[in-house]
């Protein structure tokens, strides 16, 4: 939905993504000690009563039993019992004081206690460096009297959370060759290009000498791509073919970029001499290559050259994680599935070791132990962000969030890993929680995890910057519309109720004039709503070819969200053992109509694997 790039995390606005310090400055001397005494040794495994089985529990079965009473008696607005319990917690045995932190963090953050700023302030001065710090410290700026003298802002890292912000390894430039980008230049150059002002960008650029000449042909090329959208295409010809010169055959974009231009002009030949171009620069995103091989086996094919156009098919199917990899593997007849990594990989004793050696990592553990998984994420992700360049604990700490069912954070490290190391991790990077939505499927399973994998990555309380929420990110004025009754914004957290209604909404705009039922105008409209789409997408220039419509896409968010919920839609469908949506057509050189299902035409239980 329109506006899916922020997300908060699952406890309402505890999200953290801001720069570092160390856990629990403030704790004292002897607390500390404790806490590595504890940390360095392996926690016991208790019987999986509560927690998750196969992960430590460092918490005493008494203990742990008094924190889960705590936190669900608040759950409950019973602050009373909470609180009298809380006076029974001990906060200097092992853990205490981390646990009551996060018990008070939950209190404070909740809607049943009215918190008052004495209250923040002393809990800031004990947990400074808390995953909540940001939450309480911003609740406090809204009581707090303009006289007071507050505490600074929390400065922490952590691994952002954000869906939209997950990593893609397929869109990275290769690490050795890359550059560092500006994004205030970024910015100014890409707004004056989409305003007609393409000359004033090229300016920018110009006299930005400081930056090197590949990043200079780089954001040529990006001016180039925003005029083709525009249609405004013997302009950016010439802005293409000059980034395409200045980027020495390093900056593959400024190829692509020429190619389209000369495929939208049927000039076949000479596209294919770029998409080749393409495919060979090495500065250039896999993603990037593997389309300018699809596109030169489409010019090999309007030239009537088979022999070549199989060869380029053959290199574009070498990337099956990438929308035209995808594609070429259909056209080429090759199944998806078996060019995954979908065999789940061993959560080692040492991988739990390396996690509990640290106070966020035992921290995370009872949280788990005492049925809080949405903290015990919030720890996981502030170890995550400390540990960026220590691929053993990224590793380590996927294995974990997979085992515990954290698949939004199990899928952005899954991701974070294959960058890293080279390696995929496909059954972390697209996992298949049992999604449940009320009343069955409607439409496509595939299409449904594609879009929420996209959308929220399966966090049901995700809310974007503009008010969307839940797994398929609705809009709630959307949501009311298409249920026909007021369904108030905290009902679209429920994943059933959300799923049932996303999947109406879906339903909708394939009934719509403004999509026809094409499913890429029905995803378009989907990303940037109906209104928007409508003023835009008869402008596009397409030729009646759905590869050269998803390219011309004017809104680069949209055009990458088409591919990408299709990517994963494609490949979830192979997970499941059902038909992907599209991917007939689209290799046909088709657009694809959306076809509804009913909940009995593509059973949960006729699906190949179980869901989990």
């Not at 953290?16 to 392996?42: I, N, P, R, Y």
């Not at 040492?350 to 720890?379: K, N, Y």
Request: hydrophobic share 40%.
């Amino acid at each position: 939905m329109r506006g899916i790039r922020q997300s908060i995390s699952r406890l309402a606005g505890a999200r953290a993504l801001l720069a570092g310090a160390a856990f629990l400055a403030s704790a004292a001397s002897g607390h500390a000690q404790s806490m590595d005494e504890v940390a360095m040794a392996m926690p016991r495994i208790h019987p999986p009563q509560f927690g998750v089985p196969g992960l430590p529990q460092p918490l005493s079965p008494s203990d742990a039993a008094l924190v889960r009473h705590i936190f669900d008696a608040q759950a409950h607005g019973d602050l009373t019992e909470a609180r009298q319990a809380t006076d029974r917690l001990d906060a200097n045995f092992p853990l205490g004081k981390a646990m009551l932190g996060h018990i008070l963090a939950d209190r404070y953050l909740g809607s049943f206690h009215k918190s008052t700023p004495a209250e923040l302030k002393d809990w800031l001065a004990h947990y400074p460096n808390h995953p909540s710090a940001p939450a309480i410290h911003a609740l406090l700026l809204t009581k707090a009297d303009k006289k007071d003298t507050l505490p600074p802002a929390p400065q922490l890292v952590t691994f952002d959370p954000t869906p939209g912000n997950d990593p893609v390894p397929e869109d990275d430039t290769p690490q050795d060759l890359s550059f560092k980008r500006l994004p205030g230049l970024d910015h100014s150059v890409h707004e004056r290009a989409g305003s007609g002002h393409a000359d004033a960008a090229l300016r920018m650029i110009a006299a930005n000498t400081s930056i090197s000449a590949t990043y200079g042909a780089q954001l040529r090329a990006e001016v180039a791509q925003i005029l083709f959208t525009l249609n405004q295409d013997n302009e950016a010809l010439r802005i293409a073919l000059d980034a395409e010169q200045q980027g020495h055959g390093k900056v593959g974009l400024g190829s692509y970029v020429s190619g389209l231009l000369l495929w939208r002009k049927a000039e076949y030949q000479q596209a294919m001499a770029h998409f080749e171009a393409t495919w060979s620069a090495e500065m250039t995103s896999a993603a990037i290559r593997t389309a300018g091989a699809f596109w030169a086996a489409r010019s090999h094919l309007r030239s009537h050259d088979p022999a070549n156009y199989a060869v380029w098919m053959h290199r574009a199917a070498e990337q099956p994680r990438t929308f035209y990899g995808l594609l070429a593997r259909r056209v080429l007849g090759v199944g998806i599935e078996g060019s995954l990594s979908l065999t789940r990989e061993t959560l080692g004793t040492a991988d739990l070791e390396a996690i509990s050696a640290t106070e966020a990592g035992t921290t995370a553990f009872a949280l788990l132990q005492v049925e809080q998984p949405d903290r015990a994420e919030q720890e996981f992700r502030r170890l995550a962000g400390q540990s960026r360049d220590n691929t053993a604990m990224i590793h380590a700490l996927m294995l974990v969030a997979d085992k515990a069912g954290l698949h939004d954070l199990s899928a952005q490290l899954a991701a974070l890993n294959q960058a890293a190391d080279g390696h995929p991790h496909d059954y972390a990077r697209f996992p298949v929680p049992a999604l449940k939505p009320q009343g069955g499927f409607s439409i496509s399973p595939a299409l449904v995890y594609g879009l929420t994998r996209v959308e929220s990555n399966f966090n049901a309380s995700a809310v974007s910057a503009v008010g969307a929420r839940g797994l398929m990110q609705l809009m709630p004025q959307t949501a009311n519309y298409v249920a026909e009754t007021h369904t108030g914004a905290a009902r679209l957290h429920d994943p059933a109720v959300n799923l049932k209604l996303g999947q109406r909404y879906v339903a909708y705009l394939a009934d719509s004039d403004v999509t026809g039922g094409d499913l890429l105008r029905i995803l378009a409209s989907y990303n940037s709503g109906p209104n928007s789409f409508a003023r835009w997408g008869a402008q596009i220039q397409h030729h009646d070819d759905p590869l050269l419509f998803i390219e011309a896409v004017p809104l680069a968010e949209t055009r990458s969200f088409i591919q990408r919920t299709l990517t994963y839609s494609w490949i979830y469908a192979a997970r499941l053992g059902i038909d992907a949506p599209g991917l007939d057509e689209l290799a046909a050189g088709i657009f694809p109509h959306f076809t509804a299902t009913t909940p009995d035409s593509q059973s949960l239980n006729r699906m190949k694997i179980r869901l989990h």
